[in-house]
């Protein structure tokens, strides 16, 4: 069993920057990311890392501006968030599983979330 929980969220302005941690207990995973559901919308996917850093993925809105990163020593995964805009608005959660994916049912664990307002 893999306890996922996010910190770092809040309200900043549109361009600020923000970073996000997921501090992760038991079994390191293979895969963690970042998915975000904003009011009234879906889950969508944010951003992923495999465990040796080297694999990554990211939906198109956030590429070049977010960057995730894990430290296994603290199995912590983060996400960098800058320039960010009214659009990036929504809960943020922290998710592990065995692969990497862009679909939320592939993973097998998630955090409760973490909100990120940005306002304009």
């Known amino acids: 069993q893999v306890q996922l929980e996010e910190s770092g969220g809040g309200l900043v302005q549109a361009g600020d920057s923000l970073r996000l941690s997921c501090a992760a207990s038991?079994?390191?995973?293979?895969?963690m990311g970042w998915f975000r559901q904003a009011p009234g919308k879906e889950r969508e996917f944010v951003a992923t890392?495999?465990?040796?850093?080297?694999?990554?993925l990211y939906a198109n809105s956030v590429k070049g501006r977010f960057t995730i990163s894990r430290d296994n020593a603290k199995n912590t995964v983060y996400l960098q968030m800058n320039s960010l805009k009214p659009e990036d608005t929504a809960v943020y959660y922290c998710?592990?599983?065995?692969?990497?994916?862009?679909?939320?049912?592939?993973?097998?664990?998630w955090g409760r979330g973490t909100q990120v307002t940005v306002s304009s």
């Open positions: 998710t592990a599983g065995s692969i990497l994916a862009t679909t939320p049912r592939v993973f097998d664990f």
């Open positions: 038991g079994r390191p995973s293979n895969a």
């Open positions: 890392i495999g465990r040796s850093s080297a694999n990554s």
